[in-house]
């Protein structure tokens, strides 16, 4: 047949579908080789040489269609695989011909593909699962239908949502492996108690529960934190002053799933106050023996773009279906990143599904040509070309013109301003394009503060010994490995506690947030070289058998994060003790701890100049130890005593509180319930400092109060009366509007719609 390719299986493809396809390619080479400035023959050979290959591998993709009797072959089949090759602009050319595809019913016809004259494609396809495969791309599984499909803009069908009894893992309807994480692995931060079900980062694993209802619900997963509020008070942490400028992650959560898997589709779960998700990453974990993990690979699946930009509330559940990079290796954990800065509320996670469509086992699926390698083989072919030809001519003038090293111009000084200015990252970048910025790189002056946690997907113990063994850190004084390594990393752990030992005598900041691996040597370490160690940060790194006691050698401290951390009463009254000028302290959810009256006695006795103290989920803390802090801490700026419900509102301890510590700017009483008028009227009254107020769940304070409240407070910024029985959704949007300059919450609720 004229115009046709032949094929031995018999199939045919048009060749003015191949040329319309390709077409809109090859104009693209022509640009960049000319603004490369390559000259017309050798970008006429490149060119046809690319158009030709193109359409063998756009040939070889339409030939890789196998379909059983009955099956479909539509437009979007084309249009996916295209952009699941990253040929988005093929897959346009393909949406603006207005294709449509036929598929044959009978059985045994060959594969054939024609351009009408009508400017639709026809596709009669011979029988076997249709299939599309290549490099990059899972084999992606395409739906029967049977009749001739013009292509339109495509409807979303609202999918069935698998029933709470569904296992783990399954294969849908839709011929694709369905999957559910089995465990929450690890995690930063969640709004529950470690022993309890509810807001705790666990209910991340395992079926939806939740959706499609919006609500607060105790069954989802709730980070700690959310809004730039956290920014804004005492206890916030200053960052390293090389950080890196793009890094958002406020809270991570790593999910373990059953069966690794190429993942095709993420889809989260969000059902209260969405949009927090603002990274995926994927890795694959090889556990040895004893539950101990090597470095591992991190794959980043998806980003979000705007990220920190402020996003219109949106007060229903939704299912988040990112258009995620598909990649090439399995991965077996998926690790969230979460910011919630531009929400109004704490959001809340149902379920994550992941979704990997079922590999062909039979063998017979042809694989087409990587399009991506094609692309990639043909820009370093330009470049080359490119690079060679100004080479040639930097040779014609190089006795003429010997070429000028202006860096070595600039003084040391001004070449260390300069680099100052860069990230980690970047100077290990800058540090291999010559040996002159290397050298200049390589000045322990740039390398005080180190903060691995913006780049914690790359960091490996094999980093950390590179790091030891240059002389760098020599003068080490600031070091954060938050977030990195994964599991119990024993080769991570005792490259840490080397580069301690070895460069932590000047050491004033140390921040291990998030860390999985053991720390008993790092401490260790630590107490035994960081003598001036001011700040430590081990919030949620509990991987410590009995190591907590050492730090009581440490007697500079002035900030000690120990949230979620296992220390017991004995072993922190003793760092306590050892440390009297301790300002910021976080014990927030510490379950080992018992007696926290022990502990408030310890601070009033030996802490007096404590600014912020968290003491979130004490609920062993009564009114007597709260009575300890107000009367001996007087320079207190910050307390939160969430959720200590076993303090007797009924002492008025208060409004002793409040009495005594005039510099309070913010009060955090969540869940209290029993918190009374009397209370907020005396916070009116004795609170001028008051910046920050928390009374969520307060079920007797009245709206008189908190008019009172808002009159008196003038420098208040932020006041939360979420499930306070006797206020109004009403009441808040009136005090809105009056109060401008104060930011009121009240959680949506259904009784709001």
């Known amino acids: 047949m004229a115009g046709q390719h032949e094929r031995e299986n018999g199939g045919t493809v048009s060749s003015e579908l191949l040329q319309m396809l390709s077409e809109c390619i090859t104009a693209e080479w022509l640009d960049i080789g000319r603004s490369l400035k390559i000259s017309d023959p050798e970008l006429h050979n490149i060119k046809s040489d690319y158009s030709d290959r193109r359409k063998e591998a756009i040939y070889q993709m339409l030939l890789s269609w196998k379909c059983k009797e009955g099956s479909e072959a539509t437009h979007e089949v084309l249009a996916k695989a295209l952009k699941a090759a990253k040929r988005v602009d093929l897959a346009e050319e393909v949406t603006k011909s207005k294709l449509g595809i036929t598929n044959s019913s009978s059985q045994n016809v060959d594969s054939q593909v024609s351009l009408g004259s009508n400017g639709k494609v026809t596709v009669n396809i011979s029988s076997a699962d249709l299939y599309i495969k290549s490099d990059q791309v899972r084999p992606v599984l395409v739906q029967p239908v049977q009749q001739v499909v013009t292509y339109q803009q495509p409807t979303t069908k609202k999918e069935s949502l698998p029933a709470k009894s569904k296992p783990t893992t399954w294969k849908g309807s839709d011929g694709c492996i369905h999957q559910y994480p089995v465990e929450v692995t690890s995690f930063s931060s969640h709004y529950g108690q470690e022993e309890c079900t509810a807001y705790i980062a666990s209910n991340l694993a395992g079926p939806s529960t939740i959706y499609p209802e919006y609500s607060d619900s105790s069954r989802s997963c709730v980070f700690r934190t959310y809004g730039p509020w956290w920014d804004m008070v005492p206890s916030a942490i200053s960052p390293f002053s090389n950080s890196s400028c793009n890094f958002y992650g406020m809270d991570f959560v790593d999910l373990k799933l059953e069966t690794p898997v190429i993942p095709w589709k993420i889809r989260i779960f969000e059902t209260y106050y969405p949009q927090g998700v603002i990274q995926i990453y994927g890795a694959m974990v090889s556990y040895q023996k004893g539950g101990i993990c090597p470095d591992v690979r991190w794959h980043k699946l998806w980003e979000d773009e705007v990220r920190e930009s402020i996003k219109e509330t949106i007060h229903e559940a939704i299912v988040f279906d990112p258009e995620i990079t598909i990649i090439s290796e399995s991965v077996n954990v998926i690790r969230l990143i979460i910011s919630s800065k531009s929400l109004e509320y704490y959001t809340e996670l149902d379920a994550v599904e992941i979704i990997e469509v079922e590999p062909d086992c039979s063998g017979t699926v042809l694989a087409c040509f990587c399009i991506v390698d094609l692309d990639i083989e043909y820009k370093k072919r330009l470049q080359r070309l490119s690079l060679g030809r100004r080479d040639t001519n930097s040779n014609e003038h190089s006795s003429r013109n010997p070429p000028v090293n202006y860096f070595q111009k600039l003084s040391e000084k001004l070449i260390l301003l300069i680099l100052s200015k860069l990230g980690f990252q970047d100077l290990c970048r800058v540090a291999q394009t010559c040996t002159l910025l290397k050298k200049h790189c390589y000045n322990p002056s740039l390398f005080q503060e180190v903060d691995m946690q913006p780049y914690w997907r790359l960091v490996t113990s094999e980093a950390l010994d590179s790091l030891r063994i240059t002389s760098r850190v020599c003068h080490l004084q600031k070091l954060s490995v938050s977030w990195c390594s994964y599991g119990n990393n024993v080769k991570f752990a005792a490259a840490l506690a080397s580069l301690i030992k070895e460069h932590g005598t000047d050491l004033r900041v140390l921040r291990i947030q998030g860390c999985s691996f053991t720390l008993d040597e790092t401490l260790l370490q630590v107490a035994a070289n960081c003598q001036y160690l001011e700040e430590l940060n081990l919030s949620s790194s509990r991987n410590v058998n009995n190591s907590y006691l050492c730090l009581s050698h440490l007697h500079s401290l002035t900030r000690l994060d120990m949230y979620r951390a296992c220390p017991v009463e004995g072993s922190m009254t003793e760092i306590l003790k050892a440390n009297p000028n301790l300002q910021h302290l976080n014990l927030g959810n510490t379950r080992t701890i018992t007696e926290f009256d022990r502990i408030a006695l310890t601070i009033g006795n030996h ?131 009056l109060y401008t300059n104060v930011n009121i919450k009240r959680g949506y609720m259904k009784k709001d719609r």
């Open 607 to 737: 802490c007096k100049n404590i600014v912020s103290l968290n003491l979130w989920r004490a609920y062993s803390l009564s009114s007597n130890g709260l009575n300890y802090i107000s009367q001996n801490c007087i320079r207190l700026e910050e307390l939160d005593i969430g959720w200590c419900d076993n303090i007797d509102v009924q002492s008025d301890c208060f409004v002793t509180l409040v009495k005594s510590c005039s510099r309070l700017k913010k009060l955090f009483l969540t869940a209290i319930r029993h918190t009374r008028d009397k209370d907020i009227y005396a916070f009116a009254e004795y609170g001028k400092c008051l910046q920050f107020l928390d009374i969520m769940g307060a079920f007797y304070v009245h709206p008189s109060s908190i008019s009172n409240l808002l009159k008196c407070s003038r420098r208040l910024l932020y006041l939360d009366v979420s499930y306070c029985n006797q206020i109004s959704r009403q009441d808040a949007r009136f005090w809105q509007t």
